[in-house]
């Protein structure tokens, strides 16, 4: 029924973890719009989903590892790759993100990163309830955040700092008289 190195076996259950997730949020969502749970902040929704996806690989934790290994031998990486690509979508969807540009693909790369990190983090924790984890976690989603602002704040200045140097060549070529009309 399973492979002999057992792959089938590990991308069936990060399938069904998935799908659990995904369960999860929804039902998060429908609690939301009928008013009978507030909406959350994107970082905490996002370290929440994160965190709840992680939990569900406590129970085999010890043998990880060697699952991890396995999804990353090459004939395995296409399937990996598309079931933390899904999963991590679902998070973005569910948080309520809804770009189009370039933000969208950036936004799951650096969500993909914090979830893989995390779950590295996580098999080495001997921490009580992974406590060291979930720390590690908090401190990633808070970097993403703060870099998205960051971001923002050097296009903003990039923008005020080109329409400076705009005005200030103009009042130049006005007080030099180069911007005469003939």
């Keep these: 029924m399973f492979g002999s190195d057992g792959s089938e076996l590990i991308l069936h259950f990060v399938t069904q973890c998935n799908a659990r997730l995904t369960q999860v949020l929804e ?8 008013n ?32 991890l290994s396995i999804l990353m031998l090459p004939h395995n990486i296409p399937s990996s790759l598309s079931l933390l690509t899904s999963m991590v979508d679902d998070m973005w969807h569910y948080a309520g993100d809804q770009s189009t540009d370039l933000n969208w693909y950036t936004r799951r790369a650096v969500l993909a ?18 406590e060291d984890t979930w720390r590690f976690l908090e401190n990633r989603i808070n970097d993403a955040m703060n870099l998205g602002h960051t971001a923002k704040q050097v296009k903003y200045t990039g923008e005020a700092l080109v329409q400076g140097l705009m005005g200030a060549a103009v009042t130049l070529k006005n007080l030099t008289g ?5």
């Design 27 to 34: 039902e998060e969502q429908k609690l939301v719009q009928l």
């Design 113 to 130: 990163g914090i979830y893989n990190t995390t779950e590295l983090v996580m098999m080495q924790d001997s921490s009580p309830d992974f």
């Design 178 to 182: 180069l911007n005469q009309r003939r």
């Design 36 to 67: 009978q749970a507030e909406k959350r902040k994107t970082d905490q929704f996002l370290r929440d989903a994160v965190e709840t996806r992680l939990r569900m690989l406590i129970p085999y934790i010890e043998h990880w590892p060697r699952a």
